[in-house]
């Protein structure tokens, strides 16, 4: 064996454009991390006391606070921009603003955007750069970006993409390995792809076996990758997972930017192999680490033009406007609610990772709503029989998703029953659901056209897109409302006990 080198990895993923910190109401005491300078300046330090140093991300860069909304993500790509990133792969938020601005933010990064497995429709031309060398030390390392085929027919609004195909990434990966193998000491593969976030203030421990299925699924089956750093899923591995098969490393932060991910890597040059390693997440709390003053700077100029219409005042809120993943939620109640005010329909739903971040007790600002609603998703009004309606409700008991917010209806369900058959009652507007009624139902776009997998809307007829943005929706109520008190109100009850957030 040679002389190892030493190569350091330091990595992020699902940033979502948090350019300031956010509060992890996860942990203990709520304490305050992550925020682009807290994140920059541990960046840094690795940076500066280490040789041989690699800044790579996972995708979802944007999409977020309202300094990505309202630039349309050119805030946060200028922000890993100054950090100096290294290389990132394309995440599917990254077309939350359509494909041509995808390009222009490709265009605008000083650092590869990668993906291999995006194409445009109907040809064998790629969207994205597939893989990059990059060397350090005389180490050469071949980093391949790739993204999920589910991931990006399932959590992309399909309009934004019409002119893209997603194609499966497994056998693209590897015939990218086989290409890169012969010319580099190292693989890395930036991933982003599997379930979707559980986009909530929830925590659980992690099965990376279980919550990391598709990824680790990847690593055993493609022979020649070393590391595979992954985004989507937003659950942290907090030492990294070497899979079974292969040995190749599985690294994977929270996101937010509220942990970063280090690795130190042992490479032997003449084998082209890790002979060892160490590795873990680091948190970034905010009162133990000063700010880097020149992405301070960045993060200011962005909030400072944004100022005058983020911190618009437009009502007041009594308890925290929180999420809840798998149940009813005070924020997915204003939502709905507000949305069935809008349009008058029967019932109204929403999927739950469309809400983003809470709304704290207290004054409420357009920034906070933009935050909590970020995506430009239309409201659609449809007709849907009671039958259909059913399969709806059956959809979001399965959990696959996560539980549909709801407004105008109230549903029991029995998790410990079969697939299909969990929901064993439903009441709309306080009369029993009929399956042969036809009903009024409203829902964003998204949502509407099986996002997240909940393809039971598309059964829906006489769809009317009402142009109204959701986002919108709900600022013009909070702004009517004035004084808002929500409760949870049993809008889904498993069993005798009701799933609830405050």
């Known amino acids: ?40 300046t541990y960046i840094n330090k690795i940076r500066n006391t280490e040789p041989n140093v690699l800044v790579l ?67 064998n031309i790629l969207f994205a750069k597939p893989y990059e060398i990059i060397e350090k030390d005389g180490l050469k390392i071949g980093i391949i ?39 580099v000491d190292l693989i890395i593969v930036l991933a982003h792809e599997g379930v979707p976030a559980e986009q909530s203030t929830t925590d659980r421990d992690v099965d990376v076996e279980e919550d990391f299925e598709e990824d680790v699924r990847m690593c055993n089956n493609v022979k020649g990758i070393d590391l595979m750093i992954t985004g989507h899923a937003h659950k942290s591995i907090v030492k990294p997972y070497v899979a079974s098969e292969t040995g190749t490393l599985l690294c994977s932060t929270r996101g937010l930017g509220t942990f970063v991910g280090y690795l130190k890597l042992q490479v032997d040059p003449a084998e082209r192999k890790i002979v060892s390693y160490e590795g873990h997440l680091e948190p970034i709390y905010t009162d133990q680490i000063e700010p880097d003053p020149i992405v301070a700077e960045r993060v200011e100029y962005w909030e400072h033009r944004l100022k005058e219409l983020i911190e618009e005042k437009i009502g007041y809120a009594e308890h925290n406007l929180s999420r809840n993943y798998f149940g009813e939620s005070l924020l997915g109640n204003i939502v709905t609610d507000a ?77 410990e029953a079969d697939k299909g058959c969990q929901v064993t009652g439903a009441t709309l507007n306080g009369e029993p659901l009929q399956e042969d009624c036809i009903y009024k139902i409203a829902s964003d776009d998204f949502t509407c056209k099986g996002g997240d997998g909940f393809t039971a809307f598309l059964k829906g007829s006489n769809v009317r897109d009402t142009s109204m943005i959701m986002r919108d929706i709900v600022i013009d109520y909070i702004r009517k409302t004035g004084h808002i008190k929500p409760v949870i109100e049993d809008r889904v009850k498993f069993k005798d006990s009701v799933v609830s957030s405050s």
């Open 1 to 40: 064996m040679s002389e190892p080198k030493t190569l350091t990895i330091v990595y992020t993923n699902d940033f979502h454009a948090q350019d300031k910190p956010v509060r992890a109401t996860w942990i203990e005491g709520s304490p305050m991390m992550g925020g682009a300078a807290y994140m920059a």
């Open 57 to 123: 991300d996972a995708g979802d860069i944007i999409t977020g606070p309202p300094i990505s909304f309202l630039t349309n993500g050119e805030a946060p790509v200028d922000l890993y921009n100054t950090i100096g990133f290294d290389a990132s792969c394309v995440g599917n938020h990254e077309f939350d603003h359509g494909v041509p601005n995808a390009r222009k933010l490709i265009a605008q990064a000083q650092f590869p955007f990668l993906s291999g497995s995006i194409f445009y429709k109907g040809t």
């Open 145 to 183: 970006g790739i993204h999920g085929k589910k991931a990006g027919y399932e959590t992309i609004q399909v309009d934004l993409v019409k002119e893209l195909e997603f194609r499966e990434q497994e056998s693209l990966l590897q015939e990218y390995v086989h290409l890169l193998r012969p010319h």
């Open 339 to 415: 949305v069935r005010l809008y349009t008058g329909a029967d019932a109204v739903f929403t999927a739950p990772g469309g809400l983003r971040a809470d709304i704290d007790q207290g004054e409420i600002t357009v920034g906070d709503v933009i935050n909590a609603v970020p995506f430009n998703n239309n409201i659609l009004v449809m007709e849907m029989t009671g039958q259909e309606l059913k399969e709806v409700l059956e959809q979001s008991a399965g959990m696959t998703a996560g539980v549909l917010e709801q407004s105008g209806i109230e549903v029991i369900v029995d998790p």
